[in-house]
């Protein structure tokens, strides 16, 4: 009897997905037919400069949701929470705010409790760069980049399988 070659173990990096937005509207949409898709705890890390629709994500994706109130910028309260019709939270946070310096801000991160919201609901964060040390490893990261006047390329990567 012999012994056949055990198959090698590979590392697949999760394969991202781009979406090209050519309106406020058309991201939105994007965002809320992801979110229609997904089911919590699960923590989303949106990356991109000032204007690139990080905001404009997260209205979408609580519409997709069933969210019906207002969703503006936590930019100055750091965490927004908005319930959901079926039960549970979406959090909405800014990390544009804390320090610049990486171990500083995620102290600051963990001092509010945001870690702490991670296995509760849906958690957005907005410049999560921020506190990439905090950040759980199964998670998606969406970056958004302009492209063009108007225009924005969204790039997804699901982390939730490496």
């Given amino acids: 009897m012999g012994f056949g070659l055990l198959p090698s173990v590979r590392y697949n990096p999760p394969m991202p997905v ?6 406020p509207e058309a991201t939105q949409a994007w965002a809320a037919q992801l979110a229609a898709g997904l089911s919590p705890p699960l923590v989303i890390a949106l990356y991109g400069d000032l204007g690139a629709g990080k905001t404009v994500l997260v209205k979408g994706f609580a519409a997709g949701l069933g969210v019906t109130v207002p969703v503006t910028s936590p930019t100055f309260t750091l965490i927004n929470e908005y319930a959901l019709p079926l039960g549970g939270t979406l959090y909405h946070a800014d990390c544009y705010r804390l320090s610049e ?3 500083q801000a995620v ?20 410049w999560a760069e921020r506190i990439q040390p905090l950040l759980p490893k199964a998670r998606l990261d969406i970056e958004l980049t302009g ?11 699901d982390h939730r399988s490496s």
Avoid: H, M
């Fill in 147 to 157: 492209v063009a006047p108007g225009q924005r390329r969204i790039v997804l990567t």
């Fill in 101 to 103: 310096r990486l171990d």
């Fill in 18 to 23: 781009t979406f090209l937005s050519d309106s």
């Fill in 107 to 126: 102290s600051e991160a963990r001092t509010v409790g945001l870690e702490e919201l991670f296995d509760e609901g849906f958690v957005l964060i907005e």
